[in-house]
Each structure stands twice: as structure tokens, then as C-alpha cells.
């Protein structure tokens, strides 16, 4: 099972936020993670992760993914 968080910089259903997105593969998941600011955000994903930027396909408001 491959977890995928990805980092969203104020989404639309959010927009005072920064929220994190659990998937599993490509299917969304319940869990989400949302705080004030990235760096709050990012102390509170799972250990162990790796970061990856995100891709030029990606919708902008993507800041980077985790896995």
C-alpha cells in the first residue's frame, strides 16, 4: 500500500489554509491535515516520509508532495 500526502497552499474548499491530503495510490482518502501555516503543516505529517516537488501537470495550488 503506497500512502501519498499532498500539500495544498490554501485550496478553494480551505482558503485560509495550508492542507495536507491523504491518498492511497491515486484514491483520496477521509484524512487531511489543516493548519495555518506550512511549517505547522509539515511537523504534523507521519515520520519517515520523502519529499517530492511537485509537477508542472500538478494543479498549482499543489506545494509538494510526501511519501
Known amino acids: ?5 499532498v500539500i495544498y497552499d490554501h485550496p478553494i474548499d480551505f482558503p485560509d489554509e495550508f492542507v495536507a491530503r ?3 495510490l491515486d484514491k483520496p ?3 487531511m491535515i489543516v493548519m495555518p501555516s506550512l511549517d505547522e503543516l509539515r511537523k504534523m505529517l507521519p515520520l519517515g516520509l520523502t519529499r517530492l516537488d511537485r509537477c508542472l501537470e500538478d494543479d498549482p495550488r499543489i506545494i509538494e508532495v510526501w511519501l
Do not use: H, R, Y
Not at 500500500?1 to 500526502?5: C, P, R, Y
Open 22 to 24: 491523504k491518498f492511497i
Open 1 to 5: 500500500m503506497v500512502e501519498i500526502w
Open 29 to 31: 482518502t477521509k484524512d
